[in-house]
T-cell receptor, first 111, second 112 residues
């Protein structure tokens, strides 16, 4: 089945530093979504990327979809303590009608 | 709208016991699914449903049953609980034409 690799597994940063998590697939993706899960909470949808090379921004968050639609990244500029949590990518397969989640990157921010 | 609701929030079972985790959504979503999340891991799909009366297996279906008699409800049944089923269980729903999923608050299950 479809596999999605996400790196790094953990990232510890000082408040104000930047953060990036990467998501890679061996197959071409229909689209990719990003979710955030706060400690003790449930995943919450952030964004969906559909087009090759697409870049979307949400305030300090920048999301990119690779040209080959096999990889994606989430970049946070100048992290804040409110950014703490686990960030998941989820690859959606149109054929299968379901999403495969990466293992997530857990971000901790030291004030 | 309440969104996606799950009960109970916490549950402790003994090995061999059975129970049902409840999930309901009030958004008229066609698609519902169950995931389990183990420490340090992502969400693994257990079962899913594309509409009332239709269910299918995900990545890790063994030991679990589901049914979908209404659009709103999608219960997950553990037939004979095992310690390996200790996990956090999330129910999610979405519209058929969308890949954006809405997650419930989760059920934290411990099997001793």
């Amino acid at each position: 089945g479809q596999q999605v690799m996400q790196i790094p597994q953990y990232q510890h940063v000082q408040e104000g530093e930047d953060f990036t998590t990467y998501c890679n697939s061996s197959t071409t993706l229909s689209n990719i979504q990003w979710y955030k899960q706060r400690p003790g909470g449930h995943p919450v949808f952030l964004i969906q990327l559909v087009k090759s090379g697409e870049v979307k921004k949400q305030k300090r968050l920048t999301f990119q979809f690779g040209e080959a639609k096999k990889n994606s990244s989430l970049h946070i500029t100048a992290t804040q303590t409110t950014d703490v949590g686990t960030y998941f990518c989820a690859a959606y397969s149109t054929n299968a009608g379901k999403s495969t989640f990466g293992d997530g990157t857990t971000l901790t921010v030291k004030p | 709208n309440a969104g996606v609701t799950q009960t109970p929030k916490f549950q402790v079972l003994k090995t061999g016991q059975s129970m049902t985790l409840q999930c309901a959504q009030d958004m008229n979503h066609e698609y519902m699914s169950w995931y389990r999340q183990d420490p340090g891991m992502g969400l693994r799909l257990i079962h899913y449903s594309v509409g009332a009366g239709i269910t299918d297996q995900g990545e890790v279906p063994n030991g679990y049953n589901v049914s979908r008699s209404t659009t709103e409800d999608f219960p997950l049944r553990l037939l004979s609980a095992a310690p390996s089923q200790t996990s956090v269980y999330f129910c999610a729903s979405r519209y058929q034409g969308s890949s954006e999923q809405y997650f419930g608050p989760g059920t934290r299950l411990t099997v001793t």
